[in-house]
């Protein structure tokens, strides 16, 4: 696990943050910072796993609502059918979201560009017409999930107890993406991003890669979208499928800097706590336009984002 210096400090930081925002809930008693993290932990999450295929391997993807949403509604018809713990939850929203993922991939990945993208797009939109048309989980009319009355003796409140357990998630995915950005497996998508010809011929197994590059993506969108509809309590196809969620998703990483894995951490963190200002300070509508603008930005002026910045700016200085 520790491979190196660099290695033991990351380790230590993510030790410290989780440490830190369970603590925090122990000491803040206001629940609207809660939500708010957790609303930018969400982002966050759903940024690291759009990343994956998006950042690492070149292939955009428009159908992260998708995923996010059928990990949610996973999650309804368990909790309906089964009445399944939130951890028991959350592993079969990442199975199936994985496995649809798998699927996908397998179908589409044979297409490049703007059609892979147009493909991704057009399963979030056959997901949404399947669910709205589904009553067993609330059809287009929506869904209650009611929060258990009570909670872990660690937290004073369920919402304290969804923002710890989306810290951990979102930690986790952290760690899986640096360590794939880090990897073997990471350099072999790497080399599909910049040349996929090239790196076929160097030997590099680009259809495998990228199929378990949509099957991790697929999962940890899921696992995003899992906890999602007890922290809500009501879910319906035209939130869940939202178009601003796959946004966000797309926009988080192409400002933070798609070649590397903080990149989507640094966006996450500067559009999302940006749009919380903007949604307190002055009105919630304006959030997208916000998001919007820092992305015509970024492209015009900062194509590889602030990662891509920064590094420029280290090899000069070199």
């Known amino acids: 696990m520790f491979r190196s210096r660099a290695d033991v400090v990351f380790w230590v930081v993510l030790v410290a943050v989780f440490l830190a925002g369970l603590g925090a809930t122990y000491v803040v008693k206001n629940e609207y910072y809660f939500t708010a993290l957790y609303g930018i932990l969400q982002a966050m999450l759903m940024a690291v796993a759009w990343n994956i295929l998006g950042g690492f391997t070149g292939y955009v993807n428009f159908g992260s609502a998708g995923f996010f949403a059928l990990g949610a509604y996973t999650v309804v018809f368990l909790d309906k059918a089964l ?14 979201c994985g496995l649809l993922g798998l699927g996908v991939g397998y179908l589409s990945l044979r297409l490049k560009g703007v059609y892979f993208a147009i493909a991704t797009l057009a399963t979030a939109i056959v997901l949404e017409t ?15 999930l009611v929060a258990p009355a009570e909670v872990p003796f660690l937290f004073s409140s369920y919402v304290d107890m969804l923002f710890v357990v989306m810290l951990a998630l979102t930690l986790g995915a952290v760690a899986i993406s640096r360590y794939l950005n880090a990897s073997r497996l990471g350099r072999g998508l790497a080399a599909i991003r910049d040349d996929e010809g090239a790196a076929e011929c160097a030997g590099v197994p680009t259809l ?22 007890f922290f809500v ?10 178009l601003f969620v796959a946004v966000n998703a797309i926009a988080m990483p192409m400002i933070g800097g798609t070649a ?8 996450a963190i500067l559009v999302g706590g940006t749009q919380e200002v903007v949604t307190v300070t002055v009105k ?3 959030s997208v336009l916000v998001v919007g603008i820092m992305l015509v930005l970024f492209i ?19």
């Open 233 to 242: 309590t009501f879910i319906d196809p035209a939130s869940a499928f939202n």
């Open 130 to 144: 399947l669910i709205t048309n589904w009553r067993y989980v609330g059809g287009g009319r929506g869904a209650y």
């Open 284 to 286: 919630a509508e304006y």
């Open 300 to 318: 015009t002026l900062a194509p590889q984002g602030i990662v891509g910045l920064a590094q420029k700016y280290l090899r000069r200085r070199k």
């Open 260 to 267: 590397h894995w903080l990149g989507p951490v640094i966006g």
């Open 208 to 229: 495998r890669l990228k199929l378990i590059s949509t099957t991790l993506m697929g999962a940890l969108m899921g696992v995003a979208g899992a906890p999602y509809p």
């Open 83 to 96: 009445g399944l713990p939130l951890p028991l939850l959350i592993v079969a929203a990442a199975l199936v």
